[in-house]
T-cell receptor
């Protein structure tokens, strides 16, 4: 299972774009890259998932370079409500694979 | 849409007591997981079940047992609770296969062992 490395914490201000990078040097061919958001006292929730290149949804964008050894979650124009912990998860959930999380990035959005 | 449901939400145990955390999902998912999260820390996998009838150890299985009762239900048992098991416990499920690794979490169970 690919080990992930993320910054422990980041600060930003309302209205700014935030980019959080995750390193996963030993990503396997079948592995997907998925990002989760966790608010205090809640379970993590899915934000976005990708395999290669760029993926965009109504919440975020995910950039994956050709070598797939890293990925960047981009949150456009953050608000105070985006203050949370963001986890990068790399793996493939077929039968028999366990999915483990790294330490996550604590994002603090300031007014 | 209930998703993943955990019970109880809160529990206080005395050292040495036993208890079972219940989890059920209504999404017909094959895989289910139990994670623990200590204050200010990340998620650590305790046990997982890739499919009905199978269970496997995760990163921190010591002190816990699990049962995959059927496809819907996956319970976590503490046989003799210790203060070090004070944590928030999250149950989760995923459908596996070609769905990558999208995991759906329950709301958590807050356990305090005194």
């Amino acid at each position: 299972l690919a080990k992930t490395t993320q910054p422990i914490s980041m600060d930003s201000y309302e209205g700014q774009e935030v980019n959080i990078t995750c390193s996963h040097n030993n990503i396997a061919t079948n592995d997907y890259i998925t990002w989760y958001q966790q608010f205090p006292s809640q379970g993590p929730r899915f934000i976005i998932q990708g395999y290669k290149t760029k993926v965009t949804n109504e919440v975020a964008s995910l950039f994956i370079p050709a070598d797939r050894k890293s990925s960047t979650l981009s949150l456009p124009r953050v608000s105070l409500s985006d203050t949370a912990v963001y986890y990068c998860l790399v793996g493939y959930n077929n039968a028999g694979n366990m999915l483990t999380f790294g330490g996550g990035t604590r994002l603090m959005v300031k007014p | 849409n209930a998703g993943v449901t955990q019970t109880p939400k809160f529990q206080v145990l005395k050292t040495g007591q036993s208890m079972t955390l219940q989890c059920a999902q209504d999404m017909n998912h094959n895989s289910m997981y139990w994670y623990r999260q200590d204050p200010g820390m990340g998620l650590r996998l305790i046990y997982y079940s890739a499919s009905e009838g199978t269970t496997d150890k995760g990163e921190v299985p010591n002190g816990y047992n699990v049962s995959r009762l059927n496809k819907r239900e996956f319970s976590l048992r503490l046989e003799s609770a210790a203060p070090s098991q004070t944590s928030v416990y999250f149950c989760a499920s995923s459908d596996g296969g070609d769905a990558g690794n999208t995991i759906y979490f329950g709301e958590g169970s807050w356990l305090t062992v005194v």
